[in-house]
C-alpha cells in the first residue's frame, strides 16, 4: 500500500538522511502504534518504556542484578 503524506521540509530532510526511508518510516510508524495501544500502562510507567533504548543494558545484567540483590 503507498501513503502520500505532507512533512515539514526540515522532518523530511531528517527523513531522507535514511539509507532506508521506507524501513525507517515503517519501524516508526509500527512503534507509534504500539505505543498508542499501550493505554492499560500507567503513566509513570508509560514514561520509562525506551529508556534504557541506547544503552548496553540487557536481560543477562538484569538477571545478574536480582541474583546479587535477592540471593
Not at 501513503?3 to 531528517?14: T, V
Not at 529508556?51 to 545484567?61: A, C, I, N, R, Y
Amino acid at each position: 500500500m503507498q501513503l502520500a503524506i505532507e512533512l515539514p521540509d526540515e522532518l523530511g530532510r531528517k527523513v531522507l538522511q535514511h539509507s532506508n526511508v521506507q524501513q525507517f518510516v515503517q519501524t516508526a510508524i509500527e512503534r507509534l502504534l504500539l505505543e498508542e495501544a499501550r493505554t492499560d500502562v500507567p503513566p509513570l510507567t508509560k514514561s520509562l518504556i525506551g529508556l534504557l533504548g541506547k544503552t548496553p543494558v540487557d536481560e543477562s545484567d538484569y538477571k545478574k542484578h536480582l541474583e546479587e540483590k535477592y540471593l
